[in-house]
């Protein structure tokens, strides 16, 4: 195959270890530029999800259904099976979010303004489609609970 020169094999210009590793790298480089796009775009909507139930209630419960489904959907087609659909804080339970953190029954019945109306679409809406709802305190700054965060399961 060589040219009898001592020289490369003709036709083998593009053709080495190095070229292959670079050739990969790129590859690699392609598969995390769009996987963080992926994930961009499904923080975008999560922060589309959770701006809707801060808005005032104007808006129909088949206008945040349509929202929460595109959220899901494109979630589930990445392959998860869950994903954080609100988030408030901890001044919006009449507890601070005590019962949520250690994760006591009947912590529903803490939460009031927007975070109670998040809860009650899931009872209302979501629930009886089989989806689960788990509250969970995201941050502790100082030591003590701040964030909750709302997440759909499925």
């Given at each position: ?112 303004g927007r975070p109670k109306a998040g809860y009650e679409f899931w009872h209302d809406h979501l629930r009886p489609l089989g989806f689960h709802l788990r509250a ?18 499925w």
């Amino acid at each position: 195959m060589s040219d009898n020169r001592g020289g490369t094999p003709a036709g083998t210009a593009n053709f080495s270890a190095t070229e292959l590793r670079r050739r990969m790298a790129e590859r690699e480089a392609a598969k995390a530029a769009e996987e963080q796009r992926h994930i961009r775009e499904q923080e975008e909507k999560q922060k589309q999800v959770m701006a809707e139930f801060h808005k005032p209630p104007d808006r129909t419960p088949e206008q945040v259904m349509q929202s929460v489904m595109q959220l899901v959907n494109r979630a589930a087609e990445r392959g998860l099976s869950e994903v954080q659909v609100y988030r408030f804080p901890n001044t919006m339970c009449t507890d601070r979010g005590r019962r949520i953190n250690n994760s006591e029954p009947d912590w529903e019945n803490t939460l009031e303004g927007r975070p109670k109306a998040g809860y009650e679409f899931w009872h209302d809406h979501l629930r009886p489609l089989g989806f689960h709802l788990r509250a969970e305190v995201l941050e502790y700054p100082g030591g003590m609970p701040g964030d909750i965060g709302f997440i759909l399961t499925w």
